[in-house]
């Protein structure tokens, strides 16, 4: 008989810092459970629910509108994917995204945040504190050059843009049913007419 034995995998991750790295070498090997996602935040594994039904026609109003005047060769999507930002020590799981097609060209599990054009994230109870506080900042100083916050609990969404070394020079924020016009790399308007909550959910606040 002959004993075959298994090579160990070397498990890839972006070049950083060394705590950085091995937050991401963490993150690829532990057991999520099921219903969660994990991202890096403020050099922490950070986990949180997925989303409850009704955010996905938000989700996909976004991105049928976005798409036709996403820039050539990026991908507009909602697929789960994690982007990194080694400067920042971060790595997000935007609920929406546009980014160039080449960042995909990989086997690598995550994608350089360098390759975002835009991102859009839609609050719940339990990361709204996120995307306000380590979201905001973190994108722009990445340069990502769009980021679009909806804020689920205070029925508004918000558009970050001229992204700098100190996070976002400019935003503007609109209650749900208005349009939104989303800056450049786009430079057209949002309709939020279709971003409506459930009865019980707008009254309350939706966890997700």
């Known amino acids: 008989m002959t004993l075959m034995l298994e090579r160990p995998q070397t498990i890839e991750v972006p070049h950083g810092s060394a705590r950085f790295e091995a937050l991401c070498r963490t993150l690829l090997t532990m057991d999520v459970p099921e219903g969660y996602r994990a991202e890096i935040v ?20 976004i991105r049928t509108q976005l798409e036709p005047h996403a820039s050539k060769g990026h ?12 400067g920042e020590e971060r790595a997000y ?11 995909f060209r990989t ?15 839609l609050t719940s109870a339990s990361t709204r504190g996120v995307g306000w506080g380590d979201k905001v900042p973190v994108y722009g100083r990445a340069g990502v050059p769009v980021y679009l916050l909806v804020d689920v609990q205070d029925e508004t969404a918000t558009v970050f843009s001229e992204p700098s070394g100190k ?13 939104l016009h989303i800056p450049a790399p786009f430079d057209c308007d949002l309709d939020t007419a279709e971003f409506e909550l459930p009865a019980e959910e707008s009254s309350e606040g939706a966890d997700a």
């Open 167 to 179: 996070g976002y020079r400019s935003r503007t924020t609109v209650p749900f049913g208005s349009k």
């Open 107 to 121: 086997h690598e599990r995550y994608v350089d945040g360098e390759a975002l054009s835009f991102v859009a994230e």
């Open 93 to 103: 799981g935007p609920d929406i995204y546009a980014a160039a097609s080449s960042a």
């Open 75 to 86: 991908l507009v999507d909602h697929a789960p994917f994690l982007f990194t930002f080694p």
């Open 42 to 61: 403020g050099g922490n594994i950070v986990m949180s629910p997925w989303s409850k039904g009704f955010y996905l026609p938000i989700m996909r109003s």
